[in-house]
């Protein structure tokens, strides 16, 4: 246990005797409970040592006795202190923050899974949560420098989650201040030198907080957006989970938002992005990863365009329906980003050779046909044929047999159906609406070709 059994006594005869004010021997005790509370340091830095779950059992034990004990005193004596404008209850009210915010964090492997003492501390965390007295904070502020400095922050495993956690809270909604920022991006950058990828990943956690809560013009003028960028960058081929590519592709897409304008660097750095997803959607250890990066192709495809955020919340919207999905054609066919040219052949590439992907469980299949079918709309679909065409024909003819491999392989599945049957529609689309068509004897073909497979029996039945 953290704290001695005849504390703990002492401590439940306060729990039991105090119904009035604080007094100051009532505030010691409360004061020790709090104390106790927090996680104790690591005994070996957390580089050189696997931790798990099991470490902290007797953690838990404790803490499930104390919180209880803590959450008591807390609401008996809650005017004094987080309304009292004294130092002491500045100094409790701070620390009352940074424990539950340590407790509160998700997901850490000391996690208590005991629900209604995490619901507890949620809720006086949203109770109390923004601070908005000046004092309070910096306690915060000076607690968290003290445990965050390079080599102290390797054993103090509860500061570093829940300093994520008093960040989200604190500044999600509001601008983080510049020492904020500054110190934010000190803490993002130290801790991602560990090799530990929790580590890493709360790392991203706080740079993706500095660009969202920090002020757009000092991040500007610090070139922190750039420092961010080529820290985060290192880690896409690297990735080992679905929710640490989503971190880390959240907050490049953020970096590429504080360049003043279309300079020749932002295009350096999309095409630098636009490779690495293309090239890790085929190298990704698992599916849920490649399933991410061919998402962030379709988004990408869309950054340079005077209607971005239109094709985004059109694709994002989904495209199941056909007036949806006229929807998406129309709006995808404007897309101006003439930087899809470059991507266009390699895209095509990635989408044949990930075809195999189609013939897994159904599940997949149909995530994977609708991302790719998204991708197409975005990037493929605006192009004008004539510019295309080298690699567009031999694309068509050849994924056109994979799709209906497909079908045979989903064992003639209604919705695998409907979805293949979307995308040849999506591929007429672009035919029947191009001049080019007419002029081209293989475009002429290919197009007659579809309008005669989509009126199969296959696709007819499900019209």
């Known amino acids: 246990m953290i704290v001695n059994k005849n504390t703990y006594i002492k401590l439940n005869s306060v729990l039991c005797e105090t119904k009035m004010s604080c007094t100051a021997e009532n505030l010691k005790y409360l004061q020790e409970l709090v104390s106790s509370c927090f996680l104790p340091a690591l005994k070996e830095d957390l580089d050189n040592v696997p931790l798990n779950s099991e470490h902290f059992g007797s953690y838990r034990q404790a803490l499930e006795i104390q919180l209880p004990v803590l959450y008591d005193l807390l609401q008996q004596n809650r005017h004094w202190i987080f309304s009292r404008e004294v130092q002491e209850s500045y100094e409790l009210f701070a620390n009352v923050i940074i424990l539950l915010s340590e407790i509160n964090a998700v997901p850490t492997v000391y996690r208590l899974s005991n629900e209604n003492i995490q619901r507890n501390a949620h809720n006086i965390l949203q109770e109390h949560a923004p601070i908005n007295i000046a004092d309070v904070e910096q306690i915060v502020f000076e607690y968290y420098q003290n445990k965050l400095i390079k080599d102290v922050w390797k054993k103090q495993l509860g500061s570093l989650h829940g300093f994520v956690r008093y960040l989200e809270l604190q500044y999600s909604s509001g601008t983080l201040p510049k020492r904020w920022v500054n110190f934010c991006l000190s803490v993002g950058l130290t801790v991602r030198e560990s090799h530990e990828p929790t580590c890493k990943r709360i790392g991203i956690v706080i740079f993706a907080l500095i660009l969202k809560s920090g002020n757009f013009t000092y991040i500007q003028e610090q070139n922190i957006h750039s420092v961010i960028y080529d820290s985060a960058v290192k880690d896409l081929d690297f990735i080992d989970s679905v929710e640490e590519a989503t971190d880390i592709w959240e907050c490049l897409h953020k970096c590429l938002n504080f360049h003043k304008e279309l300079s020749s660097f932002n295009w350096c750095q999309l095409d630098d992005l636009m490779e690495k997803a293309i090239k890790n959607v085929t190298m990704a250890p698992n599916n849920d990863i490649s399933l991410c990066n061919l998402q962030q192709v379709a988004k990408m495809g869309a950054y340079f365009a005077i209607n971005q955020q239109e094709i985004v919340s059109c694709c994002e919207a989904g495209i199941n329906g056909s007036s949806l999905l006229e929807q998406c054609r129309n709006v995808c066919a404007s897309n101006n980003s003439y930087t899809n040219f470059r991507w266009a052949k390699s895209i095509l590439t990635m989408f044949n050779v990930e075809s195999y992907k189609l013939m ?60 293949v049957s979307s995308i040849l529609e999506t591929f007429k689309h672009q035919l029947q609406h191009s001049p080019y068509t007419h002029e081209s004897e293989d475009f002429t073909k290919f197009n007659n070709a579809l309008a005669k497979l989509l009126h199969h029996n296959i696709f007819v039945q499900i019209k």
């Open 360 to 419: 897994q469980n159904k599940e997949m299949s149909q995530k994977f046909l609708l991302a790719m079918h998204k991708c197409y709309l975005v990037c493929i679909l605006p192009i004008e044929l004539q510019i295309i065409s080298p690699h567009l024909i031999a694309f068509l003819e050849k994924f056109t047999s994979v799709l209906m491999e497909v079908i045979i392989t989903q064992k003639m599945d209604l919705e695998i159906i409907q979805i």
